[in-house]
Antibody, heavy 121, light 108 residues
């Protein structure tokens, strides 16, 4: 059974950098598929942040501009997110997920439970 | 950027049929997927490839896609079906991952 677990600080100060890690078990990241981050701000819907392939290929949400960096650690079977210059608008529950693909069908099939990150001084 | 549009809310009485729509320009060529979500919990896939149910999803959940619209149908909605529902699809490139704005289903 594939499992994903987010970890990171629950409180980040404005203008600082948010860093989260997603540990994957039950599946090797190096076996394929894209791995992504999604967030839900209070009262809002699910927002895709970005995704990464085990080779390091990345796609980022343009609305978040150059603040995003994602990386993969194949030796530890995890991937990470950093979001710089955070503001209160970045307060959200952050989820990591695997995007499974079979032919023309691609969708996030396994998700972490989510971790709440609050941006506040 | 590509967008999927859902109604903010749908309300039905227990036992009635709930229909949640999702519209998007790429849907004529792309599958739709549906997630059930409660804030702070992992989203749960209830339909994939328009109308296929993962194991464990009740048969009252069904789906369809025609033209630029996909529909999630819950036949005989129950109180325990009260969640936010999100459609998901992609545009021609496969990335980004696009979610609809979400629909709050009330069964009351």
């Amino acid at each position: 059974q594939v499992q994903l677990q987010e970890s990171g600080p629950g409180l980040v100060k404005p203008s600082e950098t948010l860093s989260l890690t997603c540990a994957v078990s039950g599946y090797s990241i190096s076996s394929g598929f894209f791995w992504g981050w999604i967030r839900q701000s209070p009262g809002k819907g699910l927002e895709w942040i970005g995704s990464i392939y085990y080779t390091g290929i990345t796609y980022y949400n343009p609305s978040l501009g150059s603040r995003i960096t994602m990386s993969v650690d194949r030796s530890k079977n995890l991937f990470s997110l950093t979001l710089s210059s955070v503001t209160a608008a970045d307060t959200a529950v952050y989820y990591c997920a695997r995007r499974y693909c079979s032919g023309a069908s691609c969708y996030p099939d396994y998700w972490g439970q989510g971790t709440l990150v609050t941006v506040s001084s | 950027s590509y967008e999927l549009t859902q109604p903010p809310s749908v309300s039905v009485s227990p036992g009635e049929t709930a229909r949640i729509t999702c519209s998007g320009d790429a849907l004529p060529k792309k599958y739709a997927y549906w997630f059930q979500h409660k804030s702070g919990q992992a989203p749960v896939l209830v339909l994939y490839e328009d109308n296929k149910r993962p194991s464990g999803i009740p048969a009252r959940f069904s789906g369809s896609r025609s033209g630029t619209m996909a529909t999630l149908t819950i036949t005989g909605a129950q109180v325990e079906d009260e969640f936010d529902y999100y459609c998901y699809s992609t545009d021609s490139s496969g990335d980004p991952w696009v979610f609809g704005g979400g629909t709050k289903l009330t069964v009351l």
